[in-house]
């Protein structure tokens, strides 16, 4: 009894410890107003609690040791606020791997710190535009392998790039994996940029040219991709394709992303993975691609050595090659190189883009007239090799193609074959 009403008594007492309490005299809160790396652009709001008038005093904000910045903050009357903007420029350039994880601001005895959100901090990317006439948007294209996580990523940097609705991506896996057609995905904000996730290559599938198609813009937004495979096509089907071509210029590809799971490069039993995107590498090499590896988090060894082996993998330098996590997809760490990815491919499609910026709109007009009627040749066939001469293969106006196509081919083969000759 002596004991329970000892510690209902230290329980008063506590509580009116509490209630007695020195209430603060201040609070700070802190909203940026400038999307950029350098320089950095805050509003600071002061808010008065106290019954007394704050007198003139100075407000200091500083982030990492390269951004520092003050001002004078007029009287606050008791229980109002005032709000000041203080943007700081760095000292020197700043990279994304220099730049600072919180921003601190003091005011008189008050002091608080916030951690700096890089997705509000993105606007840098602005800058990167399409020079010619012919497109809005920068495509890149994100291949890999079935189930690697593909669509996360482009999910990532959607979310990186704080656009307004990025969660609509449709995330596939494994096996079972659902992005089974070509799709596209639009900045909403910042970035001009449009993501294509495209089918992931497994045991079964890119045996035609689809990737050829994809990065010359042949294939139209929401192509079904196992149609390319289809014995007989119907006629409707074809007849998409066909339309498409005369936009073909506004899909063709700036840069590529070559999306590898970490496991295709260390575990040997997953050579037959490790040869087939090297395969398909290979003809997307004129787009000088980016390799990203991903879901490091399950590797052995350090990033450095996962690299290399990416590097030696592709013939790819280096400093194209990146490292992505997928557990630890909302760390610091792991947004610093999702910018550090897209402002690498930012640089490689501009430079694409500028190379291609003379083509003209008419280069890519395409006769869709006698689309049925041309499909079926009779000249131009090699009994020796079983394969139509390049002559052959006429549809919709256009000359057959690189090397023309076997005997016997559906009439999709032949479209294709038509459409890579353009």
Known sequence: LGRARHNYGAANSKQTQTRRCK?????????????????????VTINNLTSEQQPNRKVLIQAGSRYMTAANVPPIPPYRSKEVTLTMYASCKVTIDEFPDTVTVE???????WNILLELHTADWEKYRPRGSHTKHFNILVFGTAGGGKSSFIHRCLQLANCDNPTHITIGGDADHTTKELRRYDF???????FWDMWGVDRSNFVT?????????????????????EEEATQEQL??????????YKREMHAVVFYVPVAVLQDPGLQADKDRLKQQFSKAQAWNPVVVVGRVDEAEGPHSSIRREASRLFGVPEHRVFVNSNLNADSEANKRSLYKIIEELLVTARGRESMTAQTREGEFKFNKDGIECDFSVDDGYDPST??????????GGKQGARGGYKVGATKMQKLLVALLAE
Request: net charge positive; proline share 4%.
């Open 23 to 43: 209430m603060p005299a201040i609070e700070l809160s802190l909203a940026a107003t400038s999307g950029r790396l350098n320089p950095l652009s805050y509003t």
């Open 188 to 194: 909403t904000s910042n970035a001009n940029i449009c």
């Open 386 to 395: 079983s394969v139509w001469s390049s002559s052959a293969g006429k549809i």
């Open 107 to 113: 005011y008189h005895n008050t002091r608080r710190t």
């Open 209 to 229: 040219a689809e990737l050829e198609l994809a990065l010359r813009g042949k294939l139209p937004n929401g192509w079904k991709m196992h149609l390319l495979d």
């Open 239 to 248: 007849q998409i394709l066909v339309n498409s071509q005369e936009t073909a």
